[in-house]
């Protein structure tokens, strides 16, 4: 019967007539820890692997903090370091490092920063030098700094994934 709803029985079992097709829909309901979230901060002051507060997250990356960003010519730390006040690359670099980071972690990354980053990636890091970014035109600059925000929002706690304590 069509919107039929049955509960299984002890011997994991149903019976179906003959000819009637069955869909059966199944919801997990097992809860899933999100991880927690660090700042660019903290991101910027656990990168020296010579330091004991080193984070081993950022072995992750194919050099470690050394790892060449983009086309920046510079390294993911020194990226992280540069003041942010040189422009969008640097303030949606900064965010987007930590962002990055925090999913190598085992922070749960909602869809929605989740496409931030594939987007950031694919549309403005893999396109552009801090030079060209400087030279975007004023909307081009405010998308950015907007995605930069919503990925200092998640890296603070704000997207559904709590800061770390």
């Known amino acids: 019967q069509q919107g039929m709803s049955l509960e299984i029985g002890d011997n994991n079992a149903v019976t ?4 009637d097709a069955v869909v ?4 997990n309901t097992a809860q ?3 991880g927690c979230t660090y700042t660019q901060g903290y991101w ?3 990168a020296d692997p010579s330091k004991k507060q080193f984070d ?3 072995n992750l990356l194919p050099n470690g903090p050394a790892t060449t960003f983009f086309l920046s010519g510079q390294s993911y730390l020194r990226v992280m370091k540069a003041n942010s006040r040189l422009g969008v690359y640097y303030i949606l670099g900064q965010q987007y490092i930590a962002a990055v980071l925090n999913g190598l972690s085992g922070a749960y990354l909602p869809a929605v920063v989740a496409d931030a980053i594939a987007d950031a990636t694919a549309n403005f890091f893999s396109l552009y030098t801090p030079a060209q ?4 035109s004023q909307e081009a600059r405010a998308y950015w700094i907007g995605v930069a925000g919503l990925l200092d929002s998640y890296n603070n706690g704000s997207e559904g994934v709590p800061h770390c304590e």
């Open 133 to 136: 970014a400087a030279k975007l």
């Open 44 to 46: 910027k002051t656990h």
């Open 24 to 27: 059966c829909t199944f919801t």
């Open 56 to 58: 081993p997250t950022w």
């Open 32 to 34: 899933v820890d999100p």
């Open 16 to 19: 179906v007539a003959n000819g």
